[in-house]
């Protein structure tokens, strides 16, 4: 006789651990209260919002953490591009609610007022460690999403 | 909240255009345009464009937020709500100052953004009501 719950464990399953992959961000401090406020706008009609958004962030991330590493490497330093720099990252990170990258990017502004270079790439360092376990932990999150169906996108959503 | 307000997004940041520009469009059915420095944003208003709401960041390239503001009012857009964003709490001087009439600080928050789209609904419902 055919085991027709096996399919419904391994869907059980999945989201068990899509649950508490999503729940150990938040205890870990990876990810704050914005990423549920992402998925409150993820609906039928775009129901791969949180995934787009994220994908938007991790695309765009790596170029201005270039473009920072670049400026601090010029002479002289240029504090004031490094500031705009870093600001841009910090308001993208905190639209995805990334909380550790958000903090360090306050560090890094904070050696910027201090024209402290020693320090902002200590904190460039940091934010390049953080940012490489936030896109690991994040694509393996959505590849789990993924297994679940797009209908599930939507309804995860709302947990 | 059914609205149908237009409303302008002056963000250069993509990431925080795509959040807040879907935050108003799905949870207040705003109808959006965007814009992604203070000088494309005047352009718009150049062009003969309106709008009933305008969201505005702070530090943007080419032409900051109060920037724009101060040449929008200037252009005679005086009914038009325009709203402040900014991480930073001290920019709400700043937009002030410029012409804005509100500030909201970021991340943006619906909670934040709802009574203000619900003053500018009442404000459309007045005029309306006025020239019937």
Redesign the interface.
Known sequence: MMDLSEPTMDYSNLRRQITFMKKSFFDQGYLDE?FN??E??Q?E??PN?VE??VA??LK?SPRLLSNIEQTIGKYPQDFYRLD?LV??L???G???GAVRMKNECSVFKAHCNDRNLEGCRRSLQKMKREHATLKQKLESYFQLLRQVGPREHAVNSRK | MASSLRALLVE?????R??VS??LR??FHCEMTLAKNGKEAVDMFLEGNTFDIVFCDR?MPIMTGPEAVVKIRAMGATDVKIVGLS?DDNAMEAFISAGADDFVP??V??ETLGPMIQEVINKKLEQSATLA
């Open positions: 914005q406020q992402l409150e706008l609906d009609s775009s919002f787009e958004v938007l962030f765009d705009s600001h841009q910090k308001g993208s905190s639209s995805i | 250069d940041t993509a990431v925080q795509m959040v879907a935050m799905n949870q530090d991480d970021k991340p928050r619906p």
